[in-house]
C-alpha cells in the first residue's frame, strides 16, 4: 500500500492549510485512517484519525475545533484542513492506515497502523 502526501508548507499564524493523501487501495479496506505529526524533539502524536468500524472521527485535544478531517472514498483520498495554525502546530505531518481490526478512540493509537506516507512539512510562522 502507498500513500502519497501533499499539500504542506510555509503559513503564517492564523492562516490555512489542507493536507491530502492519496491511497494506492480503497480507504474502504482499513480499519483505521489517520493523521499524525512530528515537531523536532518531540514524540509522534495523533492530530486526528477515523475508525472505520465504528464511523467515528477522534481528535487531539489541541486541534478541536480547529482541524478537520475528510476523506473521499470513491477517490481513495483524505485529508486534513488545518484551520487557525498556530506556531506550535509546526511539525512533520503524516497519513497513515490500519488494518488492525481497531475500535473507536484506538484509532489513536500510532503503532495500530501499519501503512505510512512520507511526510509533509508544515511550517507556522509568528
Known amino acids: 500500500v502507498q500513500l502519497v502526501e501533499s499539500g504542506g508548507g510555509l503559513v503564517q499564524t492564523g492562516g490555512s492549510v489542507r493536507l491530502t493523501c492519496v491511497a494506492s487501495?480503497?480507504?474502504?479496506?482499513?480499519?483505521?485512517i489517520g493523521w499524525f505529526r512530528q515537531a523536532p524533539g518531540k514524540e509522534r502524536e495523533v492530530v486526528g484519525c477515523f475508525a472505520t468500524r465504528d464511523d467515528e472521527t477522534h481528535y487531539t485535544e489541541s486541534v478541536k475545533g480547529r482541524f478537520i478531517f475528510s476523506r473521499d472514498n470513491a477517490k481513495n483520498t483524505f485529508y486534513l484542513e488545518m484551520n487557525s495554525l498556530k506556531p506550535e502546530d509546526t511539525a512533520v505531518y503524516y497519513c497513515a492506515l490500519s488494518r488492525a481490526a481497531l475500535r473507536g478512540y484506538f484509532c489513536k493509537e500510532g503503532v495500530l497502523y501499519q501503512y505510512w506516507g512520507h511526510g509533509t512539512q508544515v511550517t507556522v510562522s509568528s
Open positions: 487501495a480503497p480507504l474502504s479496506d482499513f480499519d483505521g
